[in-house]
């Protein structure tokens, strides 16, 4: 069965652009369109809107868009159930996590696996740990390393490979207004600490809570994506950040940053894999999966 199509109407649908679509489908854009017209032909409807500046999804396309996200996987399930029985395992596993992640766990997490499975392509994806889950539940990758939330998603299932405690950091040269003080904390001495804060995840979360029982609104000097940010700024003297004590160990910026001993002590960050539950029925996802021991 030639599965192309959907899997080319798929990404044009999650791109909205034919460039951008045909680049990752490897095709030409001519072969993109001309695959898109062959699929609407056979439905007997129109899938997009497109004019020279804009593609968007017709009502009808929304509909088959689910359908052909459910038949792929169904279709990648049965190919993968066989193989499996063959004893061979071939096919594409997508990861996405953040910058730090890729070098702390990913050799021990895919060493033998790769070993194991050697025709099993892994494709890995770097960006703001903030959009792991979003990602994995909106089904733009498989698999992903994040910090585990308040509340999973009970869509999803979640190994812990390891804990890091959050932690304040500040220049290591000082500034006037780093607190003077930080084990007995007042509102006094952080009402005026410019912040360098995530945009979103649980890092955000957790220091708004603790401005929040300070009883501080926080000065925020810079929202970024990505803890590996907050370090450089802070290491660049704009004002004291929040990051996982693993992102602060492995940059290389620590030198150039202190760990304030702040109190009350912020929680520990709980980063592990996440996939989806039914997505775990894949003999593909399932192999990689089993061999992610939890940490205790």
């Known amino acids: 069965m030639d599965m192309r199509p959907l899997k080319h109407f798929l990404t044009l649908a999650d791109t909205l652009h034919f460039g951008r679509a045909s680049e990752a489908c490897h095709v030409s854009p001519s072969t993109l369109s001309r695959s898109i017209r062959q699929l609407e032909e056979s439905l007997g409807v129109r899938l997009f809107e497109r004019d020279n500046r804009h593609v968007l999804l017709t009502r009808q396309g929304q509909s088959f868009h689910a359908y052909a996200r459910d038949a792929l996987e169904q279709w990648e399930q049965m ?7 063959a004893l061979t395992l071939t096919g594409e596993i997508s990861i996405y996590c953040s910058v730090t992640a890729s070098y702390s766990f990913l050799y021990d997490l895919l060493s033998e696996f790769r070993t194991r499975y050697p025709g099993i392509e892994l494709k890995l994806h770097t960006g703001d740990p903030a959009q792991s889950m979003p990602r994995v539940l909106g089904g733009e990758e498989d698999m992903a390393i994040t910090s585990r939330p308040r509340q999973l998603p009970e869509a999803l299932a979640f190994k812990s490979l ?14 006037p207004w780093v607190p003077p003080d930080p084990r007995s904390p007042s509102s006094d001495q952080w009402r005026d600490v410019p912040m360098v804060l995530s945009e979103a995840g649980l890092s955000r979360e957790v220091s708004d809570t603790w401005f929040k029982a300070l009883g501080v609104t926080p000065r925020i000097y810079a929202q970024v994506a990505g803890h590996e940010a907050i370090v450089s700024m802070v290491g660049l003297g704009f004002g004291v950040g929040v990051v996982p004590r693993l992102v602060l160990e492995a940059s290389p910026l620590v030198e150039r940053v202190r760990i304030l001993p702040v109190k009350p002590e912020l929680p520990h960050y709980d980063v592990g894999l996440c996939v989806l539950n039914r997505r775990l029925k894949s003999p593909l996802i399932s192999a990689l999966w089993d061999e992610v021991e939890e940490r205790g």
């Open 79 to 85: 190919r993968q159930s066989l193989m499996s029985e």
């Open 162 to 175: 390891t804990r890091s405690p959050l932690v304040f950091i500040a220049p290591r040269d000082g500034a």
